[in-house]
């Protein structure tokens, strides 16, 4: 049986293409918080807990806490919040500033700590601007 491969390459590519444009609406690459949870539920969605179309501060910090947070023990070693500042450029004025937000000095960042610190900086003004701009 001969196949058609140029229909099956176009499709395949048109398949590749419509995955790649939704996980870039989803407002998740741009948040650093991974496809897999932009494609199932949106990526602004996904930080806007109360649903009043705005992402606050604070469900900003404790999406992003929750999302670098790789073993689930409630702290963000040193190693997971650099991974986490590398997945974006929108946290580079973050990078260094773990031993600066790591107020009591345990060598881990608490959720308080990591929020504390974030509601400091523009940055979940920036994904608020993002998810507007996107229509999310």
């Not at 058609?4 to 444009?21: E, G, K, Q």
């Not at 404790?62 to 500042?85: K, M, N, P, R």
């Amino acid at each position: 049986m001969k196949r058609d491969t140029p229909f099956h390459s176009t499709t395949l590519l048109s398949s590749v293409l419509l995955l790649a444009v939704s996980v870039v609406l989803s407002g998740c690459t741009l948040l650093g918080l991974g496809a897999a949870a932009g494609a199932a539920v949106g990526g602004c969605a996904l930080l806007d807990e109360n649903e009043d179309e705005t992402v606050s501060a604070e469900e900003f910090s404790a999406g992003v806490f929750q999302a670098w947070d790789d073993d689930d023990d409630a702290a963000l070693s040193e190693a997971e919040f650099d991974a986490g500042v590398a997945q974006s450029d929108a946290y580079s004025g973050w990078s260094g500033e773990f031993d600066n937000w790591d107020t009591d000095d345990g060598g881990t960042l608490s959720e308080q700590e990591f929020t504390a610190a974030v509601s400091q900086t523009d940055t979940s003004a920036w994904a608020d601007r993002q998810c507007d701009d996107l229509g999310l």
